[in-house]
């Protein structure tokens, strides 16, 4: 027999509990709380390794309440955990076991505590408690509310909202402004959903995606820009019924690998060589006006590469290195003359922090992830395409930003939430026993 949803709770109070706990975690790891956005690097960013009461507060509210709501459908909670994606299970325990060799045991211990508020909120959220769609549509109301903020804020308080020693660029109510890009990319491809379901009025969702855009070109991130148009076309594509056939996982596959194995081939005869680093991203990053290595990340990842030779399998301990002054990152300040806030590349961060073995296990909780996907692609195409559109934009987003892996920052919490979300609705069909109501998205709350 199933476990059923506990009578005391009505299936309103379930949906609007979970909208807010993945509405607020994201506000939370978003939303700069003071006026002080000018600062950056390690004070604006490390306040919870540092042990801000504000950020403690804030993240350990909503992650008692998913206990809270997670025990009240304790079963459907386990039934979720047990299903869920193994690696990325694994990947949580081996930051928490990171803590036995770290530089900074307790900033592990901490930031490994917010990654289990994460699966918390994942688990409690997840169908049939939460709807398929609860999730998405929550991120897609917050991350527009917070575009709708930041523009405000931009226009009336430029001081604030503005960037102007990057030439001009919107931040609004955010740290950065790649941050921005970043959510409001985001934004736009889930307004672009709702525009083609047409389970939202056409006008609401035309309004949303042209003010995500519109923030999205204002905050001038090239990356963002950049992965947003990929996510889009990648979504149109599949979404489309041709590639929801039997063998929708082989067609792909076997596409994505004919791709790269002409484009190789093409390269080699041209130039008689195999592509470089250059010859791939060159004519991209000069037709937007940036340097082959990124703006000079290219420098922070050689010396953060310096850190992981000296501890290449295991790590320095997860979140122990980009720690600000007087921490193991404090050569990189003495040689640039100022310290990052991060690597400015999630693999090499990860592979710095937990090593080859902590590197591997994060691959392969994302195979997993794409794997579940391919699964999900046979029960619910539309809701398949949208999750693995916005996935690639995590991943190839990493290669010039530290998010995956870095507690609560946005596009791990999606990757988080996404897994854990993926899972439940396999686990459901398997079971038979996703209810009517978990499948019709929120268009009756």
Known sequence: MEPALSPALPARFNRRLSMALVSLSLIFSLVAFTLSVGETGPAATHELAEGSSLRQIQFGSIFLAAIWLAWQHRQWTWL???????????VVVYCFASMLWSVAPMVSIKRTALLVGLLLIGLATAPPVGDTRLCSRAMMFTITGIAAVSAVVALALPNVGVDFQLGGAWRGILWQKNVLGSITGFGVILWLRECLTG???LPRCIAGLVLCFFVLIMSKSATSLIVTVLGCGIYLMLRRKYL???????VLSMGLILTVMLLLHFGYVITGHLPTWNDLVGPITGALNKSSDFTGRGEIWKLVLLSVERHPIWGIGYGGFWLGEGSASQYIKDLLAWMPATGHQGYIDILNEL????????IAALFWHFYQLGRLAFIDREEAAIHFSLIVLVIVSNFSESQLLADVAFQNIYFFYSSLNVSAILDLHRKGALPAAARGGLAHA
């Open 80 to 90: 979720h955990l047990k299903h869920a994606n193994p690696f990325l299970i694994a």
């Open 199 to 201: 389970d939202m009025p």
């Open 244 to 250: 929801a056939g039997r063998h929708t996982q082989l």
């Open 355 to 362: 090593g080859a073995v902590g590197l591997g296990l994060t």
